[in-house]
Each structure stands twice: as C-alpha cells, then as structure tokens.
C-alpha cells in the first residue's frame, strides 16, 4: 500500500520560499509519475508539477513555472517542492500524489492519480 507524507508548509510573507518534501514508501516507484497539486478554499484541487520518476521529466504548471521546482531523491523515495517568489494566491493545502502509469502521456489531472497524502498548508501573507 503506498503511503504518502507531506511536511515543509507553514506561513511565509510574499517574495519567499518553502521547501515541500512527500516522503513515499510502500513500493519502489520506478514505473511511477508524482505530482504536485494544491486546493485553495473554494477552489478545485490543481495541478502544480510532476515528475515521472525514472526519467526525471518535469512539468509544471504555468502559474507557477520560474518560480517553483519538484525534484527527488531516488535513495530516500522522497520529493521535492522547492517554492520561490511566493505569492499570495499561492494560498493552498498542498499535496503529493503518484500515478501508476509514468508512461501517460500527461498528468495534469487529479483524477489520473491512485495516491494522496493528507495535505499540507502553505499561507503566503501580503
């Protein structure tokens, strides 16, 4: 059974940054693509960036593409979302999940993903 854990949010002023992490286990994740989404109140969840985890290939979003970055760590099954230029419509419960089929030729919606973790909240103030 795939577990996933996200830790890293918190409240940041506009102009900063936050490091995400989701820490997977339950399964190797080789066949794998693991994404990034956030919901903010009142809002549908939505894609953020995903990484297909053997090639490495990265997709974001546009609203955030310049500002954030996923990345991982193969060795300790954990991914990354480093958040620069914070803004306040960054605003959102953030969270990981891992779609079966890295070879899917997107996975920008939330329905293609088979994995959630609970959410972590990231508050940008202005």
């Known amino acids: 059974q795939v577990q996933l854990v996200e830790s890293g949010g918190g409240l940041v002023q506009a102009g900063g940054s936050l490091r995400l992490s989701c820490s997977a286990s339950g399964r190797t994740f080789g066949n794998y693509a693991m994404g990034w989404f956030r919901q903010a109140p009142g809002k549908e969840r939505e894609f953020v960036a995903v990484?297909?985890?053997?090639?490495?290939?990265?997709y974001y979003a546009d609203s955030v593409k310049g500002r954030f970055t996923i990345s991982k760590d193969n060795a300790e099954q954990t991914m990354y979302l480093q958040m620069n230029s914070l803004k306040p419509e960054d605003t959102a419960v953030y969270y990981c999940a891992a779609d079966s089929w890295a070879a899917r030729a997107t996975h920008f919606k939330a329905h293609e993903y088979n994995d959630w973790g609970q959410g972590t909240q990231v508050t940008v103030s202005s």
């Open positions: 990484i297909r985890w053997s090639a490495g290939t990265t």
